[in-house]
């Protein structure tokens, strides 16, 4: 976390000069689960006057805030944090109050799809509200410290006026206005986060059914994971040039998985995983372009959306 000397003076130019203290920006945080709560941590351990609101109310004890008794106790803060479970929850909990939503500046911190991010910028812009959207990389734990990222987008005011907490919360990265794009970055990330562990998980079952533990297994594949991820910017580039006949490449009839397919299921292994990355690589041979990249496995996902 950074002194908060050096937040302050970044922040909202609410000047800390040793002889004069000027208020940072108020904030209403509404949901204090595990995240709402590390994010009103921060911000109440660095002086922004902060006020709480959690449907369950006993979780504002101890936090050091003013615990509002209703939603619409804590409308009139500089900023409205909202995290809460789902995109639902954010309208059960707000809709109750729309009516008193003009001229307030609203972070949603819940994670929501990029649709659903898109239809709280439009309601919200429909009430004369404004409404930014984030996307967490981080767990609770994390908010403050060096690793922690948010992604945001949508309203570029509110990133800019309020970019002291945003950058305390984490590193803060803008996508531009359509407030979608925050979400879809986060799920984008995600998506590979899974994929790669369900990997993981398929390679750790192979090799239990002979006895090794899956420790022994992330020991190996830690260090082969990290050398394997470098050649995405090699990927990457591929597809951006939409260069899959480039020399130097695997191609995909080498790419064919079938002796991995065929040793899971010798090993008694659910072929669910491997099967998948497997009908993307044929559906590129079966349309002729076996003798291209691996790369152009993207164009079966692309094709299928
Ligand atoms: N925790 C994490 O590691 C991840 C990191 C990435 C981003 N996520 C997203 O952050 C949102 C909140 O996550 P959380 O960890 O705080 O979640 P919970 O601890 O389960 O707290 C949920 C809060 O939502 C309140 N809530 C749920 N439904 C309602 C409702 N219908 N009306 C009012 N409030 C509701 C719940 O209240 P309570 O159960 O305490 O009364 C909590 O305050 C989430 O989108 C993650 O995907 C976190």
Redesign the pocket.
Known sequence: MPPISGYLSESARRIHDGAMTTELPSITFI??????AALARAAITAGHPSTVW???AA?ADGLGARAAATVEDGLDADLLVV????H??VH??LDPVAGRLRGTRILN???TSPEGARELARWADGLGARYLDGG?M???QMIGSAGSRIFYSGSRDILDEHRGILELWGTAEYFGDDAGMASLHDLALLSAMYVMFAGFFHGAAMLSRAGVPAGDFAAMAVPWLQVTAESLPEFATIIDGNDYAAPGQQSLLFSDISDIVQASRDQGVSTEVVDVVQRLIHRQIDAGHGAEGFARIIESLRSAA
Do not use: H, W, Y
């Not at 995290?83 to 789902?86: E, K, R, T």
């Open positions: 949901g204090l689960g595990e995240m709402g959690n449907r369950t979780k995290c809460l479970f789902d639902r929850s059960q909990v911190l819940t994670t967490i981080a767990t609770p």
